[in-house]
């Protein structure tokens, strides 16, 4: 029989709806039981597409006799950290300060007032590694909650009390200058592997926010070093196990240092972060590789994630039937010399072999190999290789495809329509274009309500019942700006204009000038969430700098400006100490120290070539954060386009920053000039 999460829409939710197990979704009335019945509430955090998460619930939620043991001493709360960002970060905080270490799935003891008591991660249901088991730890808590109430609730209050002193030191307030983001640089350099490309060691993950910050820098400062690191990074990863060789786009990251074998899930934020990384890349340098990975990407977004609704599904998992009836990890995407020899005959099979690096012995697990491009001598075929490869791609589409989570989460959406929307400007390519605005219908049609409030997820065309966070905020934001310049539809900026007055009004701390992740009038967690630091994507505080400075680039806005240069005071702090961590922020910065650029492009209509020449040219610059406006003669669409006549009867581009403005100009040569950073 269903528990309570069947009528949920979060896929992982719904995932555990057939456990024995007696879950409650996060909600005061699983508290309010709790406090009746006078036992603890067992809190276990996941994802759907985290691997880790299915085998715990395999193992255990699954498990008939450790389902009864928690119905009968613990109310069980299940959460999607994907639908409840903040849920997570706060007991994620408790569990890192009291662990030193976190992930999920994520285990967390509470009292009946929310308060942790006791953590952990996974749990196996035998003990294992010096790891107790799950029915072990059940057992254990139930008797301190039996024999040392007291106990344990000091050590809540206590855990609670630490948090909240954990306020963010916020720095000066002011925004970095050239010395910080030097130092930031030279962070960095230090800590970037020369031999593999990326940063650190054993896991690697994609750089991608620190990525757009090293290309940014190169554009304003003209450093070698900076886009030295960006363009081996990128040509890494695009070589190795990470990115998917025969159907495009990327997986989380590398469990080792080369970038061979990756960890299998696919998550929207991480290829629409990439797509516009490698869009940028080739904007910058010219790469072929460059702008094959930001195509191959941006497809595979559209082909595979794309939602019967026209938003994007949040990921597809790792594991997948590998013919046997087992779920195996990766078992969609490896390959060994005899399933090549199957699909391409013996000479074919022993090209491909060489080409993408596939060995006897295996790079994986059971003499698989995951697929790569090594750099070898001599010249392939590509004629031959194109041929292999579509084969190898029709073949592939005949195994048991990985299980995808359909939710479509608001900020990774914002920032897939800001990719889909420049790699589509960048390469001519409308449909991707046409994507972009299709995701951004969506989110205007189900996740906003008339006070232009968000709505985090939705699910099958219906909204779910969670507050939107700040980094959805920022980032649709985000996604809306980059349209708004694409298109020259002004529309987007009024939208990107409504949430980031919510920002102001609701996120903001008005005396500091610090970002929460939620708002004032959310709902009261133990502590209200904060944290700068950009992790898998960027963190709700610096894309909502990011986002504040462009729209007040765009419209003169003095309190977004304000409010943008306040919120990078704690890049200046973080900047030179962790710029691993704050890559976003550092990118933001590199606006503030260019300008931004203001780019108004006027034109006898929108579709005249000469006008959408210009509008290519100016979309095309390299300046930090540059906003770009479109628009007919006369066209009220941009602030930016007021009172800009055509030059001479022809097409023209205006560019201004910090109040000065250049001469205008009807050269695409100039313009590229006057835009090179």
Request: charged residues 25%; contains cysteine.
């Amino acid at each position: 029989m269903p528990n309570r999460l069947a009528h949920e829409t979060s896929p992982y939710l719904l995932q555990h709806a057939d456990n024995p197990v007696d879950w409650w979704p996060w909600s005061s009335e699983a508290f309010e039981e709790a406090r009746k019945r006078n036992v603890p509430v067992l809190l276990s955090v996941g994802y759907s597409s985290c691997h880790w998460c299915h085998v715990m619930a395999h193992e255990s939620f699954e498990d008939q006799e450790t389902a009864e043991y928690l119905n009968a001493h613990y109310v069980s709360v299940k959460v999607d950290r994907e639908e409840r960002p903040d849920v997570d970060a706060v007991y994620m905080e408790a569990v890192q300060a009291a662990t030193g270490q976190g992930g999920w799935p994520m285990t967390v003891f509470l009292t009946p007032d929310a308060e942790p008591f006791y953590f952990g991660t996974y749990f196996p249901p035998a003990p294992r590694q010096g790891m107790p088991s799950f029915r072990q730890v059940l057992q254990g808590v139930h008797q301190a909650w039996d024999e040392r109430r007291d106990e344990v609730t000091e050590v809540a209050e206590k855990i609670v009390r630490d948090l909240a002193g954990r306020e963010i030191s916020y720095g000066d307030a002011q925004t970095p200058g050239e010395e910080e983001l030097a130092q930031a640089l030279l962070g960095l350099t230090r800590e970037y592997d020369p031999q593999r490309g990326g940063f650190g060691g054993a896991p690697k993950f994609p750089p991608s926010m620190v990525l757009e910050f090293l290309l940014r820098h190169h554009a304003r400062t003209g450093a070698e070093g900076a886009l030295q690191m960006a363009r081996d990074t990128c040509e890494r990863m695009a070589r190795g196990g990470m990115y998917d060789q025969l159907g495009g786009g990327f997986a989380r990251y590398s469990v080792d240092r080369d970038w061979v074998v990756p960890h299998f899930e696919k998550m929207l934020y991480d290829n629409a972060l990439l797509c516009r990384v490698y869009a940028h890349l080739w904007r910058s340098t010219g790469s072929e590789l460059a702008r094959r990975v930001a195509l191959e990407t941006a497809d595979f977004m559209v082909r595979e994630l794309r939602t019967n609704e026209g938003g994007f599904a949040s990921a597809l998992d790792a594991d997948s039937d590998d013919g046997t009836g087992r779920h195996v990890e990766g078992a969609y995407y490896v390959w060994t010399p005899e399933q090549l020899r199957e699909v391409l005959g013996d000479e074919d099979a022993e090209l491909a072999a060489q080409h993408f690096g596939v060995t006897e012995e295996g790079t994986f697990e059971e003499g698989a190999s995951v697929l790569q491009l090594p750099v070898r001598d001599g010249v392939f075929d590509a004629g031959k290789i194109a041929s292999i490869s579509e084969r190898l791609l029709a073949a592939r589409s005949g195994r048991s495809a990985p299980g995808r989570d359909d939710k479509v989460v608001a900020a990774w959406n914002g920032l897939a329509i800001a990719a889909l929307a420049e790699t589509g400007a960048y390469f001519d390519r409308p449909d991707l274009v046409e994507a972009a605005v299709a995701a951004a219908d969506l989110l205007v049609r189900l996740h906003l309500d008339e006070q232009a409030r968000l709505t985090r997820t939705s699910k099958d065309g219906h909204a779910g019942a969670n507050a939107g966070v700040l980094e959805d905020y920022a980032d649709v934001a985000e996604g809306f700006l980059a349209l708004a310049s694409v298109t020259g539809e002004g529309v987007w900026l009024e939208f990107a204009g409504f949430l980031l007055d919510h920002v102001l009004a609701r996120f903001t701390d008005p005396g500091s000038g610090s970002l929460y992740d939620t708002a004032a009038d959310a709902e009261r967690l133990i502590r209200r969430p904060q944290d700068p630091t950009d992790n898998a994507a960027p963190s709700g505080w610096t894309a909502a700098a990011n986002a504040l400075l462009s729209y007040a680039a765009h419209t003169g806005s003095e309190p977004h400006r304000t409010a943008a240069e306040r919120a990078l005071g704690v890049v200046k702090a973080l900047g030179p100490r962790v710029p691993r961590f704050i890559g976003w922020g550092l990118a933001a910065a590199e606006a503030v120290l260019d300008g931004p650029r203001e780019v108004a492009v006027v034109g006898p209509a929108l579709d005249d070539q000469g006008t959408r020449t210009l509008h290519r040219t100016a979309l095309l610059g390299t300046a930090p954060g540059a906003v770009v406006a479109v628009g007919a003669l006369g066209s009220d669409e941009f602030p930016l386009l007021a009172d800009r006549p055509l030059v001479g009867g022809e097409p023209a581009a205006y560019v201004c920053r910090n109040f000065t403005c250049d001469a205008p100009t009807t050269e695409p040569d100039r313009l590229r000039t006057v835009l090179s950073g």
